[in-house]
């Protein structure tokens, strides 16, 4: 079959693109009977979090790529992100100190092998670079990477650069996702992709510590495989798509009951380290466009939660949904408006352990009075010129911590600058 063509799109063998993001959020004070190292603190609060990132891209044979990003972050979240599974600021999980540092945060390379004489055109971007590309390929990643830049996409909700900034909103909240405390990590992924179907199968490294940066390389004791399925479909003219992910983590990782038993007053989960113990789960990701400019997302996703959460956030399980509209009906046809609620919980073993005094890298308030966390946010994104992007949004958050002591009045309020070139 010939070829699919675009004039309008010309083959480019490097690629240059960056942006920065600058987020501000403040937090009135709130009421709470107690409080715990890893609690959200009571009091008034405001932080601030810079990245700036450069991609750069260069084709190196047929179907070869080769990708680099240098990074530079700074800054902290509130309460320096401890207190909330649903953090409010998805960009503070890659800083990991308060002063600015620059790091390489992506170096891949990437194989694609046709599997058919059809192609598609595909525009220049971060990370990709302009021309035609195999419309059904099979393909293999391997480097550093941001896994969540390959599983458990959202057309609606899955940047917190542009998008939702809550944690538990931006990605399957149960998918403890491998990454070092900036979001990145060494992996191979293989992919299968046609117009309707798609597939992903990584293996991922872990860090050497929960939340940690340096990377465990005992890679047949410390890993994780996630596996995606994503079909593509179209509802009364509309496009949509729906995604199936599953997981499974090895590791030197805690187990929440062992650590009641060995100290059930003052339990701590790295004295019962050890390798072979594993964390499963699986997550649902649905996309539906409404109208041109309307349409809404869903995800649930569940984790068995006997072992410390890792690498992303302490939910073991988590439900949300919510709709974007873009601003062509008051005339602003580039600005994006989002409303969206998260709902989060955590196993019965997380629970024991947290309400007898344990602490995990996010959470401990000394004790627990367990009910549903829960996040609800609202964000609107106005476009400045052509590669800036202003947004004001706002997070109200119920029994943080999963802790309906602390159910004080939490109000977020957030201030988001983002550039691109």
């Given at each position: 079959m010939k070829a699919q063509t675009n004039d309008s799109i010309k083959k480019e063998n490097f690629s240059f693109h960056g942006q920065t993001t600058i987020i501000y959020q403040y937090k009135p004070g709130f009421s709470a009977p107690y409080s715990g190292q890893n609690s959200l603190s009571t009091e008034e609060e405001q932080s601030?979090?810079?990245?700036?990132?450069?991609?750069?891209?260069?084709?190196?044979?047929?179907?070869?790529?080769?990708?680099?990003?240098?990074?530079?972050?700074?800054?902290?979240?509130?309460?320096?992100?401890?207190?909330?599974?649903?953090?409010?600021?998805?960009?503070?999980?890659?800083?990991?100190?308060?002063?600015?540092k620059i790091y390489l945060a992506r170096l891949y390379f990437t194989q694609l092998f046709a599997l058919n004489g059809n192609t598609i055109a595909q525009e220049s971007d971060q990370n990709q670079l302009a021309g035609q590309i195999p419309e059904k390929y099979i393909g293999i990643t391997v480097g550093k990477v941001c896994l969540s830049d390959f599983f458990d996409q959202n057309t609606?909700?899955?940047?917190?650069?542009?998008?939702?900034?809550?944690?538990?909103?931006?990605s399957n909240g149960a998918w403890d996702y491998p990454a070092n405390t900036r979001g990145y990590i060494p992996s191979a992924i293989l992919q299968y992709v046609t117009p309707v179907n798609e597939w992903r199968l990584a293996f991922s490294l872990l860090p050497e510590v929960a939340n940690g940066l340096p990377v465990n390389w005992s890679m047949g004791k410390a890993n994780s495989v996630t596996l995606e399925y994503a079909r593509h479909y179209?509802?009364?003219g509309k496009p949509g798509t729906i995604r199936v992910l599953g997981f499974v983590t090895n590791g030197k990782m805690g187990n929440y009951r062992e650590a009641i038993a060995l100290n059930p007053s003052a339990p701590v989960i790295e004295d019962v380290q050890q390798y072979g113990n594993k964390k499963y789960g699986f997550g649902l990701n649905a996309e539906q466009e409404i109208t041109d400019d309307m349409g809404a997302f869903f995800r649930a996703s569940w984790n068995d939660g006997y072992t410390q959460t890792w690498a992303f956030t302490e939910i073991d399980e988590s439900i949300s949904l919510g709709v974007s509209e873009k601003g062509t009906l008051w005339n602003r046809k580039q600005d994006t408006a989002g409303l969206a609620v998260v709902a989060s919980g955590i196993s019965d073993p997380h629970k024991d352990y947290l309400a007898s005094g344990g602490y995990g890298f996010m959470l401990g308030d000394g004790k627990l009075n367990y009910a549903i966390e829960s996040a609800t946010e609202f964000y609107y994104a106005a476009q400045l010129n052509n590669n800036l992007y202003l947004t004001g949004g706002y997070e109200f958050v119920m029994n943080p911590g999963y802790n309906k002591d602390r159910n004080g009045l939490v109000n977020i309020f957030s201030l988001r600058l983002h550039a691109e070139l």
């Open positions: 601030n979090s810079v990245t700036s990132t450069l991609f750069a891209g260069a084709r190196l044979w047929k179907g070869a790529s080769v990708y680099i990003n240098p990074e530079m972050a700074g800054g902290s979240g509130l309460s320096k992100v401890l207190g909330l599974g649903d953090a409010p600021n998805g960009e503070t999980f890659r800083v990991g100190s308060t002063s600015p609606y909700s899955h940047d917190p650069r542009t998008q939702f900034m809550n944690w538990g909103l931006m179209t509802m009364f």
